[in-house]
């Protein structure tokens, strides 16, 4: 079963599932960020039910893309079945509720700090009416754009990669015991990736009352593609692979169905979420006092 998410912008869409996100009443002399996305959820070849879930906040206005830009999220839950499910769904939907609430310019870096803590005490609460042992979690990775910067928020091994001129950067570390170990010098990279704690988190949302949330912050170039998922895709496909899928791809929604279609082929054991992000423009801006001005 294959889900789609659609724009939901009142501007330019299609019912491809891509949308290119231009704010409305955008005065012509002004450079704004702008961005085309596309989403898509698949549960895979050998599970019946998808526990990822994703969303995005998009901004209706140009006044709205200053002040609150724009918001993706994603969510694999961990529990099993309806407790994996109803967790990525609770963490994903707080944080568009906190984004979209947000006072008008709060910096990206602490408001995501924020959303995650916010959405960590939901997920942890609603664990804890299922009862002490009902083992609610769910990993959590979001990317707030605005202006020319971008930040990323994560917690589990969810990840966001920042593909350049045909190059791929992982912009997260995942959270698992056998990445800490390799971390810590206790294992190799190649042994981290296939010893069978790769897959057990070393940190979660909901999982414990406080979770330590781990944020980056970058300038984005035109040109520049964002891509967030679960670890159904980078578990099946690698970097290189995601690169030349989207430097061929036609458009994002099609890139996105072929990620899809090759960690199908390559595993398809578990749930696999994509969100993909190209800035088209973007409005290059310093900062005086904590407050941005435009740069000639």
């Not at 929604?253 to 088209?280: C, E, F, P, T």
Request: contains cysteine; proline residues 3%; charged residues 20%.
């Amino acid at each position: 079963m294959m889900r789609h998410f659609h724009n939901s912008l009142r501007t330019q869409t299609s019912p491809a599932g891509i949308g290119k996100m231009v704010p409305e009443a955008r005065p012509p002399e002004v450079s704004m960020l702008e961005v085309d996305f596309a989403q898509i959820s698949d549960c895979g070849r050998i599970r019946e039910q998808n526990e990822d879930y994703l969303g995005c906040v998009l901004p209706a206005t140009a006044g709205e893309a200053r002040t609150h830009g724009w918001l993706f999220a994603l969510a694999d839950g961990v529990g099993g079945h309806e407790q994996g499910e109803v967790a990525s769904h609770t963490a994903v939907e707080s944080m568009l509720a906190g984004f979209r609430g947000a006072p008008a310019g709060e910096p990206h870096a602490a408001l995501l700090v924020r959303l995650v803590q916010a959405a960590n005490t939901k997920v942890y609460e609603a664990g804890q009416s299922s009862g002490p042992r009902a083992g609610m979690a769910t990993t959590l990775v979001s990317c707030a754009l605005r202006f020319d910067r971008a930040v990323v928020a994560h917690v589990g091994d969810s990840r966001c990669y920042l593909f350049r001129g045909g190059h791929a950067a992982v912009l997260t570390r995942d959270h698992t015991v056998a990445n800490e170990q390799a971390r810590l010098g206790l294992l190799s990279a190649r042994e981290a990736a296939t010893v069978p704690t790769r897959h057990i988190l070393s940190r979660s949302v909901g999982n414990d009352l406080f979770v330590n949330v781990e944020t980056s912050e970058f300038q984005v170039l035109t040109g520049d593609t964002l891509l967030l998922c679960s670890d159904g895709l980078h578990g099946a496909v690698t970097s290189a692979e995601m690169s030349q899928t989207l430097s061929h791809a036609a458009d994002l929604n099609a890139a996105a169905k072929k990620l899809v279609a090759i960690a199908n082929q390559r595993d398809g054991g578990d749930n696999i979420s994509i969100q993909l992000i190209r800035v088209r423009g973007v409005e290059r801006v310093g900062m005086y006092r904590g407050r941005p001005y435009k740069l000639r």
